[in-house]
């Protein structure tokens, strides 16, 4: 059933999207009656078993991949299309080789037209807010990977969009790389009280994370359950509550 009014409060709001694949063997459905809401500055993860679609979904959402049918909203207004109004991070860094770090982050203003004083002071402050001071004249081949992705979510924040979509943002980095990032995701979100919306294949990273998470099933891709996680952050695996949404979540992904 379709949701109503897409102009309600949600930030964002995915409305019925079904996606189906021409097979070898026939169609394969990919995406079935997918719908949910994201509330402004909520943060809400997207977990679920592989080959249950979270990408194609990420893809939809992101205007990067039409739905075969349904529509997706932000800000009540329809995507149809990759929109500034939206930062999306992949899991891989796609920096720009032969800008600095600076260069790389200014670059969606460069194309907007924002004037250049105002420019580098975006810049200067994302840089500053993503923790790479001293780093803004280094080239991509100086940085570490933990450090490349801080150069891409500071690139998504700064046209200061809407949303900021991510996708398996962390995957491509160590635990450890990978546990500092996810503390500082989360002082960047509080700090911007941005909408965010994060796939992953991980459970944990989700739990420590969301407000809410959404726990697809496959075969047809669709969302199986949510589930609040009511705990205060900051929030460590070794806590018995922790424990227990991360249990019921993984319980929901095998089933």
């Known amino acids: ?5 897409p102009s309600l ?4 709001r995915v409305d019925s999207i079904s996606k189906q694949y021409t ?11 997918v719908s949910f809401e994201v509330e402004d500055g909520e943060f809400v993860c997207i977990v679920g078993p592989s080959g249950c679609g979270k990408t194609t979904l990420f893809r939809i959402i992101a205007g990067l ?34 800008r600095t770090v600076s ?47 801080r150069v891409a979510i500071a690139r ?8 900021l979509l991510m996708d398996e943002p962390f995957g491509a980095v160590d635990a450890q790389t990978r546990e500092m990032l996810q503390g500082e995701l989360l002082d960047i979100w509080q700090e911007t009280e941005k909408t965010v919306l994060f796939v992953t294949h991980d459970v944990e990273e989700a739990v420590k994370l969301a407000d809410r998470v959404l ?29 227990e949404y991360y249990e019921r979540v993984l319980d929901l992904i095998r089933s």
């Open 215 to 243: 726990v697809m099933a496959k075969e047809p891709g669709r969302i199986l359950e949510t589930v609040e996680v009511d705990l205060p952050r900051p929030r460590a695996r070794s806590d018995a509550e922790f424990g």
């Open 9 to 12: 409060d949600a930030r964002v």
């Open 65 to 98: 991949e039409s739905a075969t049918s349904g529509e997706v909203y932000l800000t009540g207004e329809r995507v149809e299309e990759p929109t500034p109004n939206m930062g999306v991070v992949f899991q891989e860094y796609h920096l720009f080789p032969w």
């Open 1 to 5: 059933m379709a949701l109503n009014d």
């Open 156 to 163: 998504a924040l700064a046209a200061d969009p809407e949303l």
């Open 23 to 33: 097979g070898q063997d026939g169609p394969v459905q990919a995406l079935q009656d």
């Open 103 to 149: 260069g790389n982050v200014a670059f969606g203003l460069e194309k907007q037209g924002t004037p250049e004083a105002e420019r580098r002071e975006r810049v200067d402050h994302l840089i500053d807010l993503v923790g790479l001071e001293g780093f803004s004249a280094s080239y991509p081949k100086e940085l570490s990977g933990g450090m490349k992705q």
